[in-house]
């Protein structure tokens, strides 16, 4: 029997007009603009609007992706979709994405794993195209984080921004996806969550309560360390050294923590695509953001070996290899 791949069709993304810059959170918290740089590598982030919503984000990333890969949404047969800060509560994000590009009738569901969420929701996406299942899938990487944000805790605050991307894949006899490897270890809860919930209930503080919680020593810590295992299985499970490499795209949460993934793959920064310092960390679309410049920058060409990969809370992680 041929072995059936998923082949990466085309990218698209999707960025809230406003930017604001360090020096525009140096109004707010007690922080500077040299600070965040060199701790983070961030310079900007981009801020969904009031009543911009994920949704909002997706289906704009959706329709760039769908138009560059020139396939319309009523052929698509799956949708998976990676956020942790979904319109509602249900129905998912996937569905209200489903119904506003006219994708009706074919699957559509949320993944929920934190910032790994694009990387998780494309290995769903490939075991579905390998096993036959599915033809044509969107998967979408959408987050408006900011959301979760306590505007007055300098911590956090200067970390993230809202954002989404999204890629079509489509069954084919040629790679394609190699190799895909997802991970999850929930006894690191403590390190970065969000307190409340429907099931748990919501508080009295501001924002019923909903605000990051991160200790982000820590997390930087685990973070280094896990991806540094991470590279390395997946290159076992593709079969590939790390010279077959020509990019690296990773999560963009920390400059520094990709510069250390880099190192472990002995990769010089010029073959990682960095994107951190215009966007900060956008979660489940930090990756697929990423991806979309590498390409319609012309950085990535056809034929060139992808190493994407991703860290979130949960803890989670997960990577992709794949040939462009
Ligand atoms: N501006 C200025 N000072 C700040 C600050 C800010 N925005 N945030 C924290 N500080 C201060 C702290 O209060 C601390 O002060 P102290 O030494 O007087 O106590 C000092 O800076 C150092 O704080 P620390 O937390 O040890 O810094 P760090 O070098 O670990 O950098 C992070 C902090 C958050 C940038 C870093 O730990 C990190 O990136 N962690 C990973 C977070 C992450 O990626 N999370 C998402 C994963 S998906």
Redesign the pocket.
């Known amino acids: 029997m041929t072995q059936i791949y998923s082949r990466l069709v085309a990218t698209g993304s999707a960025l809230p007009e406003r930017i604001v810059t360090n020096a525009d959170l140096e109004k707010i ?4 603009d040299e ?2 740089r060199t ?2 590598g961030i310079r900007q982030r981009h801020i969904a609007a009031d009543g911009e919503t994920t949704g909002d984000l997706s289906f704009r990333a959706a329709q760039n992706a769908l138009e560059a890969a020139g396939v319309k949404a009523s052929e698509l047969d799956l949708i998976v979709l990676g956020t942790t800060t979904p319109d509602l509560i249900f129905p998912s994000t996937a569905c209200l994405l489903q119904h506003r590009l006219g994708a009706n009738g074919c699957a559509a569901f949320d993944v929920n794993a ?2 790994s969420g694009f990387v998780y929701a494309m290995g769903v996406a490939d075991k579905f195209i390998r096993s036959g299942q599915s033809k044509k899938v969107l998967v979408v990487g959408a987050e408006t984080l900011t959301r979760m944000v306590d505007w007055s805790e ?2 956090t605050c ?2 993230f921004g809202d954002g989404a991307g999204a890629v079509v894949l489509e069954a084919s006899s040629e790679p394609g996806i190699y190799a895909t490897c997802l991970h999850a270890d929930g006894g690191y809860k403590h390190l ?1 969550y969000n307190p409340v919930g429907v099931s748990v209930g919501f508080s009295d503080e501001p924002n019923h309560g909903v605000r990051i919680r ?1 200790s ?2 820590e ?2 810590k685990v ?1 280094v360390k896990t991806l540094d295992a991470l590279v390395g299985e997946t290159l076992e499970a593709a079969g590939m050294q790390e010279s077959d490499i020509d990019w690296l795209i990773p ?1 963009q ?2 400059l ?2 990709i510069e250390a993934t880099a190192k472990r793959l002995n990769m010089s920064m010029d073959r990682v695509i960095v994107t951190v310092d215009k966007h900060a ?1 956008t ?1 489940s679309g930090s990756v697929p953001l990423a991806l979309d410049y590498a390409v319609r920058s012309g950085k990535v060409q056809r034929g060139q070996n992808l190493l994407l990969e991703a ?3 949960g803890f989670t992680w997960a990577s992709a290899l794949l040939r462009y």
């Open positions: 918290v007690d922080t500077s600070w965040i701790r983070t934190a910032c300098r911590e200067v970390l970065l991160m982000g020593r997390v930087f973070a999560h949460a920390n520094r923590i960390n979660s860290f979130g809370g």
